[in-house]
């Protein structure tokens, strides 16, 4: 089985205060983006999960297309960064880096959607945490996993750099 891992700089402040706003541009900034044309086949935008998160009220969707919707808001909010590990296999090697900086069990979708236990799946690296995970990640990785390490190292620092958070999906 195969996934793609992608990660969004975004400011998690800016995607809670999303939440019951009723935002009527952010809506169609949401769905007009390169990012929404996929939540477009499992959400319809005239009644679907986007507009309940947006009304801060959740109905009787699947938990995974208020999470997709959420995905969305972010890519929407964020800035989508560069590079993209397509394989289940790549990530393997993220246990090298050993960091409790980088995953939190604790840690689910910033708004009050329901947990889903399907893709997509997230990680929330606060802007505070970023420059010990930083500290922590490997100079060179040459087994399975190095392509994500190389990824991520990019990731964390370009995300330092525009003074945010750090979201990876994995979907």
């Known amino acids: 089985?195969?996934?793609?891992?992608?990660?969004?700089a975004v400011d998690i402040d800016r995607v809670k205060a999303?939440?019951?706003s009723n935002d009527a541009g952010l809506r169609a900034r949401v769905l007009s983006?390169?990012?929404s044309q996929y939540l477009a086949t499992i959400d319809d935008p005239s009644a679907g999960?986007?507009?309940e998160v947006l009304a801060g009220a959740i109905g009787d969707h699947?938990?995974?297309?208020?999470a997709y919707a959420v995905v969305a808001l972010m890519h929407t909010l964020g800035t989508r960064l560069p590079g993209e590990v397509r394989s289940m296999k790549a990530i393997f090697g993220i246990d090298d880096v050993d960091s409790p900086d980088l995953n939190y069990p604790d840690q689910t979708w910033p708004l009050p959607i329901p947990n889903t236990p399907e893709y997509p799946l997230l990680t929330i690296i606060p802007r505070d945490r970023l420059a010990a995970l930083a500290a922590k990640i490997p100079p060179a990785h040459d087994r399975e996993g190095g392509e994500f390490i190389e990824v991520?190292?990019?990731w964390v620092a370009k995300t330092i750099e525009l003074g945010v958070d750090l979201v990876i999906f994995d979907y």
């Open 33 to 35: 983006a390169r990012y």
């Open 62 to 66: 699947e938990p995974s297309q208020y």
């Open 49 to 51: 999960a986007l507009d």
């Open 18 to 20: 999303a939440w019951g």
């Open 1 to 8: 089985m195969g996934s793609n891992t992608t990660a969004v």
């Open 152 to 154: 991520l190292k990019g």
